[in-house]
């Protein structure tokens, strides 16, 4: 690739990283960029070059998968039906060429990070703002959503891959103001973190920290460290109002049983028992049910649920299985599942060596547990740049690895 096609690729490639916090205005400019991309790759792609990226054993088993998945839809004469996820996942293959191939992949963390930061800007001043009118900090239910510029359990994973990987640059970076930089967006993620009360980052967060001081620290900064995070963890949850409805469901003084209070608040316990319930009642296990059947058959139980509001809010947000796994043994059966693994298993090894690339894959593998990212755009961007980023870390020159 020429000096200029170079340049040019990096920065429309960076203009996409800053842009993916604000998917849902920017879409467009994404899907344009990511066109150009592809053009401008293959345009300057040499034959030896094209067969050292396709024979990447992570691209051959997502490949793999991706092909299981067309087939089976073209024997089950369900392609069209199911076309919207077969192609996100195609487009997630497609965006680990395309990042993969940018030299300068620092450029790609920063303008994510920044992007990132200012999402968690726009939509903390939000929330502030919402407070200082209404006096009201128990932010949940729809009428809260237009204050977000990134849907609450997207912008907390987002935040959570910022601050892993600003977490890395103020371990790793040598220049004073550099790392006093990312201190303050460290401190800044955090923030941002408990006022949009995202349960699932903090969580993930939680880990994140936790690792990253043990690794980092001698033995007595570190059980100090250790203690300390936990303390405030745990202080934090128990004394903010918004954070101690999200994680125990503190306003619901009827039940007493934690466990009675996430069956009646919590929308995955009824998707995952309904979702558990299709599996044995259809018997598909080998080679699923397809994406649009499986949300169908999900549609059907959410209209027998005894409560009418709850059935309806249900049914209008038509939601999906909420668990990456699950989606996959519905869709494509455990032989899906097991190239999907297999997949997943691979990452894992390839990245395990360093601490901020194993926090990467390890925070979304545990996303997965929660969210179908293959079923959203946002998601198949978020997927190959943190694949592209656990990897470009494990091989940087000079890094502190675990098996130093």
């Known amino acids: 690739m020429s000096l200029k096609f170079e340049q040019t690729y990096t920065y429309l490639a960076a203009l996409i990283c800053a842009s993916i916090p604000f998917m849902n205005y920017a879409k467009a400019f994404v899907n344009i960029s990511m066109i150009c991309l592809t053009l401008i790759l293959f345009a300057q792609l040499n034959k030896e070059k094209f067969k050292k990226i396709i024979t990447q054993k992570t691209l051959i088993l997502l490949f793999v998968f991706l092909f299981w998945i067309i087939a089976y839809s073209g024997f089950n004469n369900s392609f069209f039906a199911d076309f919207s996820e077969t192609r996100k996942i195609a487009q997630t293959l497609l965006l680990l060429i395309l990042f993969s191939q940018v030299s300068d992949k620092r450029i790609l963390i920063n303008m994510f990070i920044f992007g990132t930061f200012l999402s968690g800007l726009i939509t903390s001043i939000n929330i502030i703002t919402f407070y200082l009118n209404s006096f ?95 303390s405030v963890f745990i202080i934090m949850i128990f004394n903010n109002k918004t954070l101690s409805k999200r994680f125990l469901y503190a306003d619901d003084s009827v039940r007493q049983s934690f466990i009675e209070k996430i069956k009646t608040h919590e929308p995955r316990y009824d998707i995952w028992k309904f979702s558990a319930q299709i599996f044995e009642e259809q018997g598909s296990y080998i080679l699923g049910l397809g994406t649009y059947k499986t949300q169908e058959l999900l549609i059907d139980k959410y209209k027998i649920m005894p409560i009418k509001k709850r059935s309806d809010w249900f049914i209008k947000r038509n939601f999906n299985t909420h668990n990456q796994y699950l989606d996959i043994t519905l869709s494509y059966g455990f032989i899906g599942l097991i190239i999907f693994m297999v997949f997943i298993k691979e990452i894992i090894f390839s990245s395990y060596k360093n601490i901020y690339s194993f926090n990467l894959i390890i925070s979304l593998i545990l996303f997965l547990f929660i969210e179908n990212l293959f079923h959203r755009q946002l998601g198949a961007f978020i997927f190959s740049l943190i694949i592209v980023w656990a990897f470009y870390l494990t091989n940087t020159k000079n890094e502190k690895n675990i098996s130093s």
């Open 136 to 230: 009201e900090f128990l932010l949940t239910g729809a009428d809260t959503n237009e204050l977000f510029i990134t849907q609450r359990l997207y912008l907390g994973f987002l935040i959570v891959i910022s601050l892993i990987l600003s977490l890395e640059r103020f371990y790793n970076s040598s220049n004073k103001n550099h790392k006093a930089a990312y201190l303050f967006l460290i401190f800044s993620f955090l923030i941002f973190l408990i006022l949009i009360s995202s349960r699932s980052a903090i969580l993930i967060a939680f880990m994140v920290l936790i690792t990253s001081f043990i690794y980092n620290s001698k033995s007595i900064k570190r059980t100090i460290a250790l203690m300390l995070t936990i």
